[in-house]
């Protein structure tokens, strides 16, 4: 029964690394982009971006010089540039919802956003919504401790924050529909529920 | 000072315990300031990637990594199985790539090519007669108790046969049964993994573990050093669940490249990665005969099982059969089946999970075989139970469930509910058990004359809380509030604290800590006692002040008292061993669930509507954050009943469904009404702390899985119980 199978690494499944590398890693590395730097944001007409380049992009309301690939997430750069941890790193599909954050107001996933992709967008992470003076969202999560691990809870929040940006007067069944891209392994939805609908009931969304 | 006798405030004079009290490090949790191993960047660090091995048998070959290390931004590769090597499952690592940036190491991984010879591949944990063709299976233990004992002329084997034939024969109903419950993965949200770093001799490591404590042991051993060249920290770990005890052998080898490269690491294993090597827990398959006489009593149980913990193959979940109901005569025995698939590890209630929804579900069919309900059933059965909860327990958690549930109106015979459209609804339930023995725990409590606090121990934090049940029994013990205590936790430096794992945190750190500031306040009061023209034994500590008792004119404050201690500060430590008998903790919860499903027959979806828990745990610190252990145990019940599996292709023993938007868990809008009762009456709130993580997590699965079956009048018999199961055992039932 035995044979002989050479393999380059993994056969099954599509995983991000094996997405983008087709997307731009390599000696081929290249990726569609408007033009970085000084026309940025500006329609200039599209450009290829080989290797390294220095981009900027606008984190919690401020503009930062960033080094990245064409292959580079905006989750990379958010993680190991500007230590902004709070959105995790756990699965590379982005279907745990654990790297949401808002561009433009919309949450995203950072983990399937290239930071090229990102430029010209207002970010905002959930570190953006407030430590010293917490968003109530993140504050209902404590009320009703709606976290337990909580690797999931800033993604979570985030998520929370801008489903309710978007409907101000949800009501619980309306919850329970809009908000099943966050997975939580251990288990907090029970109180999600109630953190979201507590923040409805209190007015909380400012 | 007079020897200090340990005990728990009265329901009544407690100010701090059993009040609901928010977790202190719930803010820097829900801001995304807490630091998990995944965040921590060290200066210049390196980031490690993978090659997993695509094959579920095979010999590795040749490796072949020249091209890999040619990759701009790649440092290092590291070989984890070399040629020759035989690789016993998919996901396997294989070579590890070090690099300055996520993208190259990835890149790196990409160029390694690796020559595999195949092997055999065998996967099929669930068919016995397969595994025994291919000579996959082991004899696993069984078990045999029969009231009537053999004759001194009896052959021993033949007693067995005949008396549990005989047994069967008396029975006045006979279920025969098969029940089963897929692999599913632990699947925590922080993959396991380290960021490390040598500093000299001196390993420094930050590791996703709920063993921190006792970790360092592992890595010294393996990099022949000891382990006080080694500290272990973790202050916050994305989810554990039984699964991260050790370093794991990627851990060990990012120390290994960390020592080669003279460069700190952080090696996090990626998502499809973290489902095939860290953690799964045993499948399990079961073939019952159950006898029963005119009264529904359970009188006889015969079994024959099998399931899988992956290649090692060694049983574990037969131990737990028949669950918590067992009958006085039994006859239990079990195959295990060796897979392509990694080892199992301990997950959540390792065993009795499977155990419950293999064998509550016969007690229930037992109910739909006689037409009545099973409430009454598992009521009735009670009289012979197998747990370290007594039955009058039970009893009591069973009629304040049925009556969340509001069981007597909603309940119908089996299969005979109303149907709305093609929507059938149905009610079920289980009950479990587990010890919840309080660990092993040092704690280091250190009072500043200034009158600052400050305690050290070696535990952690895997969701639980365990800062905030640290900091309310100091501050309960104490007398002050919580955010007057810094609570220190998550090292190896600190003094040791066993691991979490089987419910022993909250035991373990409530027994140091209580014992701690009791020993503290106990010298504290020998200092004020003169002062205030009393014996120590008329003071309290309450409120900030150390006073007497019932006269708050005569008092210090907390920093005046403290104060008195010159000018060192007081240090105490104290110690609990996990099974010395304590007035302070102990061993032993049952709990009750009921679940109401309602069912399409036409497209089988099965739907939560609502789930009742009642729970006992002895004395109960903070009921805010036991409902919410209970709630997270609930959700992960209703996750392998209804929703998780492992899917193995059986052909080439590849994980098919590796990735989170395939490994299908629970949503926000799949989990229903969930309502929790914490039952403590006196009588359990006097036995002190136990343990809660386990046994909610238990019983969801069977009384789903009995809900279900009430609805349809069909038993669905393997869990998950997806869409297609469910029509396929209607179709066999000729229903549809």
Redesign the interface.
Known sequence: MANNSQSPGRTTGHTRREFLKGAGAGAAATALANVPATAEGQQAGAAVIHGWTTVSLDVNGKSHQVKVEPRTTLLEVLRYQLDLTGAKPVSLDGSSGASTVLADGKPIMASTTLALAARGKKIKTVEGLGRENPDPVARAFVEHDAEQCGFCTPGFVVAVRAFLDKNPQATDEEIRSGLNGNICRCGTYANVIKAALSIVKGGGNG | MANVIYSWPSADEAKVLGKRR??L???V????????T??I?LDKQLIV?A??C??AHCRV?SIDTIAAERVAGVVHVHILRPPSTEIQFQGDLIAAVAAE???AA??G????????????VFVRDDDLEAATDFGRTKKAGGKTELEREPTDDEDEDEFEEKEISRLFKESKYIVEGYYGINAITH????PHGATLEWKGDKLDVHLSTQNVSRTDDGFADALEITADDVDVHCD??????GSKFAPDYWGIAAAQIAKKTGRPVKW?L???QELKIAGNRPSGYVKVRLGADDDGMAIVWDSQQWGSKGITGSGGIENAMPYVYRPKNFRRRATSILTNADVARAWRAPTHPQACAMSQTAYDDLAAMMGVDSYDIFMKNLANISSRQKAEVYVEEMKIGAKLMDWNEKWHPHGKGPTEGSIVEGLGMAIHEWGGVANTSNCLLRIHPDGGVESYCGTQD????TRTVCAMVLAETLGLSEEAITVNIGSSKYPMSGASGGSTTVGAVSESHRRAAQDAIAKIFDLAAPKLGVNSGALEASNGRVGVKGNASKSLSWKEACGLLGINPLEVTANHVRGTKSPLSDVGVGGVQMAHVAVDKETGVVKMKKLVAVQDIGLIINP??A???I??????AI?YALFEQRIMDPKTG???N????DYR?????D?GE?VVHLYEPQSERQRGVIGLGEPPVISGGAAISNAVCNALGVRVPVLPLTPKRVLDALRQAGVT
């Not at chain 2, 916050?236 to 669940?241: H, L, N, P, R, T």
């Not at chain 2, 709630?631 to 992960?636: D, E, F, L, R, S």
């Not at chain 2, 590796?658 to 938007?661: H, K, S, Y």
Request: net charge negative; proline share 2%.
């Open positions: 928010d977790r490090d719930g803010l949790k829900a801001t995304g300031a807490a630091k998990y995944y965040d960047n990637k090659l997993d695509p094959h070959g940036t996520e993208g990835n890149e991984v990409a160029k390694i090519k690796v020559q595999y010879e195949m092997l055999d699947c925590c949200l922080e916050y770990v994305g989810g554990g669940f996090m990626d998502r499809d895997v969701g639980t809380g805010k954050m409902e919410s252990q709630y997270g145990a609930v959700i992960q996750a590849a994980f098919l590796a990735e989170l938007a868990l629970p949503w926000l809008g989990i969930i």
